[in-house]
C-alpha cells in the first residue's frame, strides 16, 4: 500500500487525499494548558479540598472475662473428674458410698477454685492471638493452659492432700494418691480448656485501628514549575 503525503503549503498535509491542519495540534495544546491552570487555581482557592483519604481499618472489639464462662468450663471439667476421683477413692476406702462422699466434697471444693482461677487469668491476662490462624491461637491457648493448671493445682492442693489423706490414713499414701490423680486428671485439663479456647475463643484485648494514611497530593510549587514547564 502506497501513502501520498504532500504539502499544501498552507499549515497543513495531505494524507491519502485528507487534510490534518497542524491548528488541531496547537488546540490541543491550549487545552492541556488550560487544565493544568484550572487545577493550580482550584489548589489556590480551595487549600482544604484533597483526594480523600484512604479509610481506616476498623479496630476489633475485645471481650470481657465472665464468671459464667468459667463456670460452664468447669461443669465439662468437674464431670470427667468426679468420676476418676470416685472411683479412685472407692478403692482406697473399700466402699463405694465413702467414695462418693470424698469426691463430691473435693469436687465442691475444687469446682470453686477453678472458676477462680480461670476467671482471674482471662480477666488479668486476656488472649492477644484473637482472629488469628489457627495455629497462632492453639498455642497461645496452650501456654495460658499451663499458667492456668499450675495456679490451679496450688490453690487446690490443700483440699485434695485432706480427702486424700483421710482415705488414706498416711502421710505418704495421700502424697502418693494426690500426685497420681494429678497427673491422672493433667491430661482432661488441657484438652477441656482447649477446646473451649478453640470452639468458644476466650477474652481478647482490643486491636487499635491502623492509622489514616493521606493520599498523595501535587505539591503547589511543583504544580506551578510544571505548568510554567508547558
Request: aromatic content about 10%; proline content about 7%; some cysteine.
Amino acid at each position: 500500500m502506497r501513502l501520498l503525503l504532500c504539502n499544501t503549503g498552507k499549515g497543513s498535509m495531505s494524507v491519502m487525499g485528507f487534510s490534518v491542519h497542524a491548528a488541531s495540534f496547537a488546540l490541543q495544546s491550549q487545552l492541556r494548558n488550560a487544565a493544568v491552570s484550572l487545577s493550580i487555581a482550584s489548589v489556590l482557592a480551595f487549600p482544604g479540598i484533597a483526594p480523600a483519604a484512604e479509610p481506616t481499618d476498623p479496630a476489633k472489639q475485645g471481650t470481657e472475662a465472665s464468671l459464667e464462662r468459667s463456670a460452664m468450663r468447669a461443669l465439662t471439667y468437674k464431670v470427667g473428674t468426679f468420676l476418676t476421683n470416685t472411683v479412685a477413692y472407692s478403692v482406697t476406702t473399700g466402699d463405694m458410698m465413702q467414695g462418693l462422699a470424698l469426691s463430691s466434697v473435693l469436687t465442691a471444693y475444687s469446682s470453686v477454685s477453678y472458676v477462680l482461677t480461670d476467671y482471674f487469668w482471662d480477666s488479668a491476662y486476656p488472649q492477644m492471638h484473637a482472629g488469628d490462624a489457627p495455629a497462632e491461637v492453639l498455642k497461645e491457648s496452650a501456654e495460658r493452659t499451663t499458667w492456668k493448671f499450675m495456679t490451679y493445682k496450688v490453690v487446690n492442693l490443700p483440699a485434695l492432700m485432706a480427702v486424700s489423706y483421710y482415705a488414706t490414713g498416711t502421710a505418704s499414701g495421700a502424697l502418693g494418691l494426690a500426685s497420681g490423680l494429678s497427673l491422672a486428671k493433667a491430661g482432661w485439663f488441657y484438652a477441656n480448656t482447649m477446646l473451649w479456647d478453640y470452639y468458644s475463643p476466650p477474652p481478647s484485648k482490643p486491636e487499635q485501628p491502623k492509622p489514616m494514611r493521606p493520599a498523595p497530593t501535587l505539591p503547589m510549587a511543583d504544580a506551578a514549575r510544571l505548568h510554567a514547564a508547558k
